[in-house]
């Protein structure tokens, strides 16, 4: 038996959409295909992009118990994405709700117990293990499970060798979704139009990006920071607090066509990155 542990998500940005156009309306504005939440008890992550298919916001979308849709992003984000997906809210039969602080968010890894009520509890592979998330009323936040939370190094030690993306050191507005790898898990090819789809789509035929994020590890001894690889060859991004014996795991951007993967750690000497294997 796993022991389960928490990740206090505090009170992320979160917009409730109801009404009869509410689906179809979200399908237009996200690159995930929102019916695969119906009737699911699953939280899924999209991203929402600009007509030329590039981010501007990662969130996640799911159905609430009473029908309606929640998507959630960046607690500062409340204004700005609610302002982008009503940009195109004309004559759709849908209500916005800002939800923002109302609910607390905890994400639970390992042997989860049920969730009381009222708390609403999805599926979710955050940080690229299964796990569920909890939506806590915020009037109820004696019912906040006291229930360990992850040190903050094994944390970032998961997220770092699952090769899952974070804003501010791997996603930015403007990244081209393929780049980072959100095409596998955020984007839809089968739903049909929304913002941005031709752009996505037309990456997918061609096959290639610029760059793409990429697994990498490391001399567990090198001291290394995010910044530039030599030769130009592309930017690391994150590296693992924690070493797994004689190694770390990293993120990077690597350009196309890049093979020689070193970069100058604080010592000064040049040290070599190698692809992991996944």
């Not at 229930?147 to 094994?154: K, L, Q, T, W």
């Not at 955020?186 to 031709?198: F, L, V």
């Not at 697994?215 to 797994?244: E, F, H, K, M, W």
Request: glycine fraction near 8%.
């Amino acid at each position: 038996m796993v022991e389960v542990q928490q990740i206090n998500l505090g009170s992320p940005t979160l917009l409730e959409f109801r009404g009869p156009d509410a689906l179809r309306f979200l399908n237009g504005q996200l690159t995930q295909d929102v019916r695969r939440v119906v009737g699911q008890k699953i939280s899924l992550p999209s991203c929402v992009t600009d007509v030329k298919g590039k981010l501007q916001f990662r969130v996640t979308v799911m159905e609430a118990d009473d029908g309606v849709f929640w998507v959630s992003g960046l607690a500062d984000w409340a204004e700005m994405l609610e302002a982008r997906l009503t940009r195109y809210l004309i004559a759709d039969d849908v209500e916005v709700i800002d939800l923002t602080g109302s609910y607390h968010l905890a994400h639970l890894i390992g042997t989860v117990p049920d969730a009381p009520l009222p708390v609403i509890a999805r599926i979710s592979d955050r940080y690229g293990v299964s796990g569920i998330d909890w939506w806590i009323p915020s009037s109820q936040s004696h019912m906040i499970p006291e229930i360990p939370e992850f040190d903050a190094a094994v944390l970032e030690s998961l997220r770092i060798a699952n090769g899952v993306p974070a804003w501010g050191p791997e996603l930015q507005e403007g990244l081209l979704p393929p780049e980072a790898l959100l095409d596998l898990s955020d984007c839809s090819y089968n739903k049909g139009c929304y913002i941005g789809q031709e752009v996505i789509s037309r990456i997918k035929s061609a096959g290639k990006v610029n760059k793409r994020l990429t697994r990498l590890l490391c001399d567990s001894q090198a001291v290394l920071s995010p910044g530039p690889l030599q030769n130009g060859a592309g930017d690391l991004t994150s590296v693992s607090p924690i070493a797994r014996g004689a190694v770390r795991d990293a993120l990077a951007y690597i350009k196309r066509g890049a093979t020689d993967l070193s970069i100058t750690a604080a010592d000064g000497h040049a040290h070599a990155l190698t692809r992991r294997e996944v």
